[in-house]
C-alpha cells in the first residue's frame, strides 16, 4: 500500500516537525529531480555524476530552512522552490570540493564513497562548478511573483555566501588553520563563514521570497546566526563522539588533521555548553514570531540535538 506524500504547508496547527523536515525533503528531491540534467544528456558522466553527489542521502536542512522561514511569513511553497532548489545545489556542489584531495581529503560522504572516490577528481571538480552555476541559473530564472529587486537581492544574498566572504572564504581560513592555535573568536569567525553563511542566506532568501520587511529579516537572521554556528558545534561534538557509520563521514577527521574545533578549545562539555547557549539565543531571536514560525523553533532544536 502506497503512504500519503503530504506537502508543508502553513496551518493554525502545524503539522509535526518531522513530518514536516521529511515533507520538506521530498518536495526540494521531486524539484531538483526535474531541474538536473539526466545522464542521457551529454556529457552524460559528468549529468550522472552530478545526480550522484547530489541525491545521495543528504539531510536537506538548508532547503528546510528556506520552506520553513518563508512560511513563517506568510509565503507560499511555490514561491520557495528555487530558492530551496539553489541552496541545496551549492551545499552540494561545497561537498564535493571539500572531500577532494587538496582539500579535506575524504574517502566518505553520508555513509558513501565521495564524488571523486566515485569518479575521478576531474569529474568532481567539474561536478561542483556545474552545480554552482545551476544554482544561479535557477534564482534567475524569470518569476513573476516576484519582483525584479527582489530577485536580484536574492541573486546577489547567494553569490556573497558562497564566496570569498562567505563559504569560500571560510575554507581558505579552515585550511591556514590546520596545526594552528585559535582564539574562540577566530574559529567562530571561521566557522561563521564556512558553515553559518549558508545558513544565514537560506532563512533570508525563504523570508525575501515570502515578502518580509526589514524588521523581521534582521530578527530571522540573528536567528540564522546562531543556528549557524550551533550546527558547527555540533558537527565538532559529533566528530568525537559517533562513529564512521552514523556520521555518514570518517570520524576524528578533524583531530586527525590538527584542526582547531569547539571540542579541542573547550572541551567536550564546553562544546555542549555553547550549542545548548545558541540554541537559546536563536529561540530568543524568534520572540514575538507566532505559531507559524514554530517549525523555525523546532529546527533549531534538530541543530545541537541530532545524532549525525
Known amino acids: 500500500m502506497q503512504t500519503p506524500n503530504p506537502s508543508p504547508q502553513s496551518e493554525s496547527a502545524p503539522q509535526p516537525f518531522a513530518q514536516f523536515a521529511a515533507a520538506c525533503a521530498r518536495?526540494?528531491?521531486?524539484?531538483?529531480?526535474?531541474?538536473?540534467?539526466?545522464?542521457?544528456?551529454?556529457?552524460?558522466r559528468l549529468h550522472e555524476a552530478m545526480r550522484y553527489a547530489t541525491f545521495n542521502g543528504g539531510k536537506r536542512v538548508r532547503p528546510l530552512l528556506v520552506y520553513a522561514s518563508g512560511l513563517a511569513v506568510g509565503g507560499r511553497l511555490e514561491d520557495l522552490d528555487p530558492a530551496a532548489?539553489?541552496?541545496?545545489?551549492?551545499?552540494?556542489?561545497?561537498?564535493?570540493?571539500d572531500d577532494l584531495p587538496a582539500m579535506d581529503d575524504d574517502d566518505l560522504r553520508r555513509g558513501q564513497p565521495t564524488c571523486h572516490r566515485a569518479y575521478d577528481e576531474a569529474t568532481a571538480v567539474l561536478v561542483g562548478d556545474a552545480l554552482q552555476s545551476m544554482a544561479f541559473e535557477l534564482l534567475g530564472r524569470p518569476d513573476p511573483h516576484l519582483a525584479t529587486e527582489v530577485q536580484l537581492e536574492m541573486v546577489r544574498i547567494l553569490a556573497q555566501a558562497s564566496g570569498s566572504r562567505g563559504m569560500a572564504g571560510g575554507q581558505a581560513l579552515d585550511i591556514g588553520a590546520v596545526g594552528e592555535r585559535m582564539s574562540l573568536p577566530e574559529l567562530e569567525d571561521m566557522h561563521i563563514h564556512k558553515t553559518?553563511?549558508?545558513?544565514r542566506a537560506s532563512v533570508r532568501l525563504g523570508a525575501l521570497a515570502s515578502?518580509?520587511?526589514k524588521s523581521t529579516l534582521h530578527q530571522l537572521d540573528h536567528y540564522a546566526k546562531a543556528i549557524g554556528l550551533?550546527?558547527?558545534v555540533q558537527d565538532d561534538i559529533l566528530d568525537v563522539t559517533t562513529d564512521t557509520h552514523t556520521l555518514g563521514k570518517t570520524q576524528g577527521k578533524d583531530e586527525a588533521a590538527n584542526k582547531p574545533t569547539y571540542t579541542s578549545l573547550l572541551g567536550l562539555e564546553g562544546a555542549r555548553q555553547k550549542a545548548t547557549e545558541l540554541l537559546e539565543e536563536a529561540l530568543d531571536a524568534l520572540a514575538g514570531l507566532g505559531q507559524e514560525a514554530e517549525h523555525l523553533r523546532n529546527l533549531a532544536h534538530y541543530v545541537v540535538e541530532r545524532s549525525h
Open 27 to 44: 518536495r526540494v528531491n521531486r524539484q531538483l529531480e526535474r531541474v538536473l540534467p539526466e545522464d542521457s544528456i551529454i556529457p552524460g
Open 85 to 97: 532548489c539553489a541552496v541545496e545545489l551549492i551545499h552540494s556542489y561545497s561537498l564535493v570540493h
Open 196 to 199: 553559518g553563511a549558508l545558513i
Open 211 to 213: 515578502g518580509a520587511g
Open 230 to 232: 550551533a550546527f558547527q
